[in-house]
């Protein structure tokens, strides 16, 4: 089992930034792979970005199309600690965004990932 806390939402202008943190406890934390999400009122789950568990990899991360160049995400394996840094907010990046993992490789297909968070609110006014 992993369990998984977010932290660092809140109310920021449109243009501004936020940092998310998840952090991550119970079972080894190395060989997983973590992702952000979102989730708008009434819209589906949606990929934000992964990040693959090693540096090592050509593949380490990945964003959807509508974040990419705005946000980076990162993780620190010796705080099991994933981040979420998200710079030029728009109003459409409204919404829960929830931190999750995977022992089932690279995946931006939320159904491949097992562990989920609760989500922290991110409002983003125009």
């Known amino acids: 089992q992993v369990q998984l806390v977010e932290s660092g939402g809140g109310l920021v202008q449109a243009g501004g930034s936020l940092r998310l943190s998840c952090a991550a406890s119970?079972?080894?934390?190395?060989?997983?792979?973590m992702g952000w999400f979102r989730q708008a009122p009434g819209k589906e789950r949606e990929f934000v970005a992964r990040?693959?568990?090693?540096?090592?990899?050509?593949?380490?991360?990945y964003y959807a199309d509508s974040v990419k160049g705005r946000f980076t995400i990162s993780r620190d394996n010796a705080k099991n600690t994933i981040y979420l840094q998200m710079n030029s907010l728009k109003a459409e990046d409204t919404a829960v965004y929830l931190c999750?993992?995977?022992?089932?490789?690279?995946?931006?297909?939320?159904?491949?990932?097992?562990?989920w968070g609760r989500g922290t609110q991110v409002t983003v006014s125009s």
């Open positions: 119970g079972r080894t934390f190395l060989n997983t792979v």
């Open positions: 999750a993992a995977t022992n089932r490789g690279n995946s931006a297909n939320v159904a491949l990932y097992d562990y």
């Open positions: 990040i693959s568990w090693s540096a090592i990899s050509t593949d380490y991360t």
